[in-house]
């Protein structure tokens, strides 16, 4: 491991693989496919745009220009912006891993998780292109940022379903029926945590009274 | 999406704040909303400067007094002291800054051809619904026939009193004048009543108010009084002499029979036409000319179903449909005149949703459309929630407006018996008043009037009117805005100043100043000001100019820097190109 880290053929490495998102963007059938077929990206490399983006989210969120994002900075909160960007994203894999293992998808987890994030790469260039556009332009033209922002949205959601058509060699109509099921899971999954944590609380407070009673008894 | 991220964001931080909302004290709570829609204590922007019984000044206390009006022009204050079947006036004494009884008025000699010919209304309720058991009327004894007449002992009170100095005695409850040379003229059969005439030497005959539930003075003195079961408006001079009555439209066309004229409050413009708003009349307001002649109606809110509704309207069946609400136009409540001849009028049904549609403060240009200038953090409605603390729940109903000459407005709020001033943009200033028994809070309340810069507020149940008087606090911004609106704005921003001297919290200091040193062409300073009030759009149009003016100073330190950079590009590619070349070779 140390070893791997020493090498400095593990960061050029890296840094291929990341530029090859870029060639994701806009080549996505092709891009997409190759992405865990031809180990153009790994899970390091995925790890590191994922960390790359929690970080421009807390930038945009910190830095934009007030004409264009205001922000309650009193109540603003970094580790929870990056976690609205991570957990989405790790769940949406792993609801979407568990549908399509069902449904003959031919991807690893790891290879939904790397290709999720790849597809992101537009609105991670966006939003930090966005935060420097953002300071020369004043409110009426804060159009542009703002649509700007939503092409990049728009554009990020297509690569997604492309991915998720590539990696699993789905055709469209699969990849957004698995889609909507895997969007279906993260509810489930989000309402099974709530459940397991409220009665892990209680059992909690329940042991926690037990105990409360015994050293009462006791004094 | 400003606003609505702000009451996102409020509605949480609700919860936390709720326990700090009532701070005790000696002064009264004036907050203000800031940009997060969370609730910011000011200074008292107005503090009591009096209050009016009616027992003060011997002529036993109002009894439901339901509308004042106060007349700058000849410093008098006007009490439709509903209960009693009388209106009120004081003299504002300058010199002592008290009110001094000056008349107390309770029927005029009107021309026998003007005697009212009454409708029958039945049993008529006429305040408004109210849950938290405001007085009603009662008209139990106060039969509309006897008007008339004038025959009733319980009615002793006098026609009218011009002198102050006359002796008041009171007399179960009722008021009678210890004036013995009064009957001079010949009884010759018509009076009754051996206190005073039926007639006076003119032929006129005397009528008595019945339950008058507003007064309006235009700006010629003349008075008008909605003398509501007497189902009449009542056209006086300044020396309350009979000009002339306004009179149900006797029109099936234009009025339907099942319409009542119950007029309750009204105004009079400068271009001599009465708005009157009409119990259960939900077309706006009545508007007659000073004649009487009925011009039609004025400001009818418009009804907007939504399409939900529409839908379920169109597969229900007629039973169900009898029982479904009616989409009826919304009442207005009361009404007042700008200084510009606009009618600023108020409903009560704001149900706290601001898409619903209903604005419950509107202005209203001739034709009744509304005009009234929305640019606030919210719409002028009052609290941003109902919460239910102490009792009281639901949104604010709003029970009358006042207009200061800086078009900004002072609404009343009933249910929580609150006072919302807003400015001429539609931003709420401060906030102030309260349900209570202390001084500055009200048991309920039914009108609000300013009287040069102070304001005065009825209080029905209490009986009183409470004046209130700008601190220096509440006079700085009203002269930042008074000076703003003249176009004086250094002036305007200094004010604004002082205003931030005394607090530093407040929004509007800032926008204030920020408006000043941006008119000045201080755009840093105007940036940073609105950057603290996060204001988007003003800071936009002062970054335009700052960096009109930025590029303008810099153009060659600009252009250089593109230049060398250019240069040095073109040098980079050309070696490259050299460089690559001679691998190729």
Known sequence: ?219 | MRKLLAIVLSSVLLIGLASTVHAAGPTNYTYVYGFWADEIATPDAFAVAGMVYGFDYGIGNFNNPQDLHSCKLTNKLYIADTGNNRIVVFDLDESTDSFVLNRVVTGVYIDPADVPVLRDVGEVDLEEDDEEGAPHFDDGEHSVDETEHFDDDEDDVNPQTDEIDEQWTMDNGQLTIDDEDENEIDEDGLVEDEEFPLYNEDGLIFSGFNSPHGIFVDKHGEIFIADTLNQRILRLDNDFNYINSVFRPDDPTVVDDGIEFLPLKLVADFSGRIFTQVRNVNKGFMEFDVDGTFHGYMGASRVEPRLIDIFWKRIATDAQRRQMELFVPTEYNNLSLDHDGFVYATLSAYSGNPFDGVAPVRRLNAIGEDILIRNGYAEPAGDWWGGSFGGIQGMSRFADVTVFPNNSYAVLDRTRGRIFMYDYQGELLYVFGGIGNTRGRFLDVAAIDRMGDNLLVLDPRAATVTRFAPTRYGSYITAAMDYYYSGDYDKSAEMWNMVMNLNGNYDFAYIGMGRAALRNEQYAEAMRLYEIKHDQENYGKAFQLFRKDWIEANITTILLCLLVVYVILKTLSIVLKIRNKRKGE
């Not at chain 1, 970094?78 to 609801?95: G, R």
């Not at chain 1, 999720?116 to 159009?143: D, H, K, L, R, W």
Request: glycine letters at 4%; hydrophobic letters at 55%.
């Open chain 1, 1 to 219: 491991m140390v070893a791997t880290l020493k090498n400095i053929d593990t960061y050029t490495e890296l840094l291929k693989q990341l530029k090859y998102a870029l060639y994701c963007i806009f080549h996505p059938a092709d891009g997409f496919w190759c992405i865990n077929r031809e180990k153009r990206a790994s899970v390091a490399s995925a790890t590191v745009l994922l960390v790359v983006y929690c970080l421009i989210e807390v930038m945009r969120l910190t830095l934009t220009n007030f004409q264009m994002l205001l922000v309650p900075i009193e109540y603003f909160n970094a580790p929870m912006a990056a976690l609205s960007i991570c957990v989405p994203i790790l769940l949406w894999s792993v609801a979407n891993w568990g549908f399509t293992t069902l449904f003959n998808g031919k991807g690893k987890l790891s290879d939904i998780y790397v290709a999720t994030v790849y597809a992101f790469t537009p609105v991670i260039i966006c939003n930090a292109a966005g935060i420097v556009i953002s300071q020369f332009i004043t409110f009426e033209e804060g159009v542009l940022y703002h649509t700007m922002l939503s092409i990049a949205g728009i554009w990020a959601f297509l690569l997604v379903l492309v991915a998720m058509m590539q990696v699993h060699d789905y055709t469209l109509l699969k990849a957004i029926a698995t889609s909507l099921l895997a969007i279906c899971g993260i509810g489930f999954i989000v309402f099974i945590f709530l459940l397991f944590f409220s009665l892990v609380s209680d059992a909690f407070m329940y042991f926690y009274s037990l105990y409360n009673e015994i050293v009462f008894r006791l004094y």
